[in-house]
């Protein structure tokens, strides 16, 4: 691991600024689920994870309640980051389909996955305060990426949150507007691309497939030269 990742996700563990979610992770991990009942939790911020030489960034929104929240690790041990990591695996982005635990082996191709929040708020739903004190992490997260070439988001507010965070960076003159799977040059060129969230509940009304989010990462592999 690189000093500067190091040092940032030492700090991210450790951050208390938002007493609502602090409050809300100690419940989620002291009241569990019941298929999980016998598991300790993380309950703690949860870091990205992956290639710290990464061309592309793959952004969500915050972990899970029972997913990353429960074992320490963005879009792992739930039913989105099920189906990510098959599509991600397909398109020889991750060296294996299932993501369920720190120790699962699993390892990113020239690829590095983080949340715009480092926590889960309630009902997915985060305040304009709590954002902001998790932007600056994101913003070091970018930083350290020195050879990032694409992000991509997964979900209408994670990429609000992003253009939201080059907005405050530079003069964001040109109209970028969500949709699936469209390229959009920002004022550092680095190409933003939007997705569908990779949810059951996306998956299930067919709003997306495998086959279509495979290709989407097929398509960013080649825009990063991987």
């Known amino acids: 691991m690189s000093i500067k990742f190091k040092s940032l996700n030492k700090t991210i563990i450790k951050c208390k600024k938002c007493p609502r979610l602090v409050k809300f992770i100690k419940k989620i991990s002291t009241e569990k689920r019941k298929q999980n009942i016998k598991e300790t939790y993380w309950g703690k ?44 695996h397909k398109a020889k982005i991750a060296n294996q389909s299932l993501s369920e635990n720190l120790k699962d082996g699993l390892k990113l191709n020239s690829t590095y996955i983080t949340n715009i929040l480092k926590c889960v708020p309630p009902g997915d739903k985060p305040l304009k305060e709590e954002l902001n004190n998790c932007s600056n992490y994101f913003n070091s ?61 996306n998956v299930n009304t067919k709003l997306i497939s495998l086959k279509m989010m495979t290709n989407l990462f097929k398509k960013v592999k080649k825009l990063s030269t991987i």
């Not at 960034?57 to 320490?72: D, F």
């Open 45 to 88: 911020p949860v870091t990205g994870f992956g290639d710290y030489q990464a061309k592309i960034l793959i952004l969500g929104l915050a972990p899970a309640a029972h997913g990353g929240t429960r074992t320490g690790r963005a879009f792992t041990g739930d039913k989105s980051g099920e189906f990510l990591f098959k599509c991600l």
């Open 141 to 201: 997260e970018i930083s350290n990426l020195k050879k990032l070439k694409v992000i991509i988001t997964l979900g209408k507010v994670a990429f609000e949150n992003c253009l939201k965070f080059y907005k405050k960076k530079y003069n964001l003159n040109k109209k970028i507007h969500f949709k699936h799977g469209k390229s959009y040059t920002l004022p550092d060129n680095i190409i933003l691309i939007p997705a569908y969230h990779p949810s059951p509940r």
